[in-house]
């Protein structure tokens, strides 16, 4: 029962008076305190109350039998429940891999020591002996025990960094330095590119920032175990592989690690075993067994479980083999943009001549602090170029989603994308190709500001896409995305290019995403936060090649699923393929 979304004062209680199951003159749906609860011991799932109910605030799931008595923890009366955890060894880096809302961070605030397991008992919480009884005969039960008794150091770093300048006050050099208890602060800020930023204050850094700056603080703490939640998010590529390497370094000290990731390139790099996470979003998660790195991920791709004989997607992921064939709907360049330059202090960038064409998406990637959302904010006409004239002034209708976007809307999501997007709103197409694959439907009734961060992505991204424009631009879409939004994005992307005839720009971090997003890409080179190139678009193919033999890495393609993995540095098809120069695409 959605209490926010339930209006009792505005109904007659229809589902509460046309509810059958009456036990003792208790109805399986009542009201304390003007706030709805579903008796689920009383409740049969028939769903006449969901038919019932004119707000749609109540939706009924039933869970699979066998996890009776499986329960770890939950919420509330009709809240989340997580169904078992994940079982972390080490001397092992355990990768969490499954949809946002469906219990990855309770998981790792529960091994954290920051959400004491109820084992379902909301309203009775059981006290620790109870919980270390209850995982008798796992390694959960010594490592509760162990955390109960405070004899178990946890480190953990959050999801959302954005949030770390609100509590942590000082310079990068000062905060790192109260925390090295290794004595390792040099090699890590080395190893994580940190040495720029020392002397700055933590409220001025860029998300990207934040998150090695979060990583490093992490890593330099002495303790037993440590947790990484989404460790990857605002990092590009070269980035997440270092920070990848720094993390797997704690192996060496035989330390618990355990990492919650959404890019499986940097997942498969990083992780020696995998938990898949799998329910319903919001209603329940269950966490599968431990599985090897490549047979978890696939398992996740192609939604079964052979050991619990358990299909929880009904199609499998499935990825390009070869890149997709560039086809514009003409040949006629929309927008041409001559050589164009911009400064900001210290920083330079250089942006060479180019074109896009009607109907074609072109792909954004370089490293941080490069100049890729200068060059989206020349062409969404929100910046003037030092040097050269702004392509779009004047000639065409802009729709941009900005990289950190803005919670200031006083209003409901419907009020939003109903504002933006006009009469399209109550189109059957608008419904099919926008709100639908992005699952907003569920979200109508909410406040923009109670939003979290993937809500909020999705939201943007519906709004940008809602917007009569001619050019799209969107700054790093797929942050705080799962896997599958991520994939959804960029099919949403694409349908709508082709269906309205429009072009786009979109900036990405995600190797794969870009793989499915773009038919060019424009590679951004040079020494970040000091002088950057923009090169004009290239082919797809070239410019994976282009990008990657910059960043020094190399991709294969996995057997069964034909997902992009990384290759080990200097492993024998890591050096056969920068030899033939095919760094993503081996022919």
């Not at 303790?223 to 070269?238: G, M, N, R, T």
């Not at 797997?248 to 898949?276: F, P, T, W």
């Not at 330059?341 to 998406?361: A, Q």
Request: contains cysteine.
């Amino acid at each position: 029962m959605d209490a926010d979304k339930c209006k009792p004062e505005k109904c007659d209680r229809a589902c509460y008076r046309f509810c059958p199951q009456v036990r003792s003159k208790v109805e399986a749906i009542r009201f304390e305190g003007g706030r709805p609860i579903i008796s689920e011991v009383l409740c049969s799932g028939c769903g006449i109350c969901v038919k019932k109910c004119p707000f749609k605030a109540i939706s009924i799931v039933n869970v699979p039998e066998e996890l009776k008595g499986q329960c770890v923890h939950r919420f509330g009366p009709n809240a989340f429940k997580l169904f078992r955890l994940p079982v972390p060894s080490p001397g092992m880096v355990l990768g969490l891999v499954g949809q946002n809302g469906i219990g990855k961070s309770t998981a790792i605030k529960i091994l954290s020591g920051e959400i004491k397991p109820n084992l379902e008992r909301y309203d009775c919480p059981p006290d620790w002996p109870e919980i270390i009884q209850y995982f008798r005969g796992s390694t959960l039960q010594a490592y509760f025990q162990k955390l109960s008794e405070k004899k178990l150091r946890v480190v953990h770093k959050p999801q959302y960094v954005d949030k770390i300048p609100r509590v942590v006050r000082g310079k990068v050099g000062e905060v790192l330095e109260r925390v090295d208890e290794k004595g390792r602060l040099n090699y890590v800020v080395e190893k994580l590119q940190l040495k720029t930023v020392l002397d700055r204050p933590l409220d001025v850094l860029s998300g990207g920032e934040l998150q090695r700056v979060a990583i490093a603080a992490a890593v330099c703490r002495e303790a037993d175990v440590y947790l990484f939640d989404e460790p990857s998010s605002y990092l590009d590529v070269k980035q997440r592989l270092e920070a990848a390497k720094v993390i797997r370094g704690l192996k060496e000290e035989n330390k618990i690690i355990v990492v919650a990731e959404h890019d499986l390139a940097v997942l498969d790099y990083l992780s020696d075993q995998v938990c898949v996470f799998y329910g319903k979003p919001g209603v329940y998660g269950i966490v599968s067994n431990v599985h090897g790195v490549r047979v978890g991920i696939n398992i996740y791709l192609d939604g079964f479980i052979p050991d619990e004989n358990m299909r929880f997607r009904k199609e499998p992921i499935v990825f390009h083999v070869k890149p997709p064939i560039s086809n514009p709907l003409t040949d006629v360049p929309v927008l041409r943009w001559p050589e164009m330059s911009k400064s900001y202090g210290g920083f330079t960038l250089k942006i060479e001549p180019g074109e896009i064409k009607l109907g074609e998406v072109v792909g954004i990637l370089g490293p941080n602090g490069i100049g890729k959302t200068t060059f989206i904010k020349i062409l969404a006409g929100i910046e003037k170029p030092d040097q050269g004239s702004s392509p779009t002034e004047d000639r065409l209708r802009v729709s941009y989603k900005p990289q950190y976007i803005s919670t200031d809307y006083e209003g409901t999501v419907e009020e939003l994308l109903r504002q933006i997007a006009k009469e399209k709103f109550t189109s059957s197409w608008y419904q099919t190709e926008i709100i639908n694959p992005l699952n907003l439907g569920p979200l109508f009734d909410r406040d923009v500001k109670s939003l979290s961060g993937g809500e909020l992505q999705k939201v943007a991204i519906a709004a940008c896409l809602s917007r009569e424009a001619e050019l799209y631009l969107l700054d790093e879409p797929s942050a705080y995305l799962d896997v599958e939004e991520r994939l959804a994005m960029a099919r949403i992307i694409r349908r709508v290019v082709e269906d309205r005839c429009v072009t786009a720009f979109v900036v990405e971090h995600d190797i794969i995403a870009q793989d499915f997003i773009a038919d060019r890409l424009m590679i951004f080179t040079g020494t970040p936060g000091i002088y950057g190139v923009a090169k004009s678009p290239t082919t797809l193919l070239d410019g994976m090649n282009m990008f990657l033999k910059e960043m020094g890495i190399t991709f294969r393609r996995d057997p069964d699923t034909k997902r992009p993995r990384v290759n080990k540095e200097d492993s024998r098809l890591d050096r056969l393929q920068k030899s033939i120069g095919q760094y993503y695409y081996v022919e």
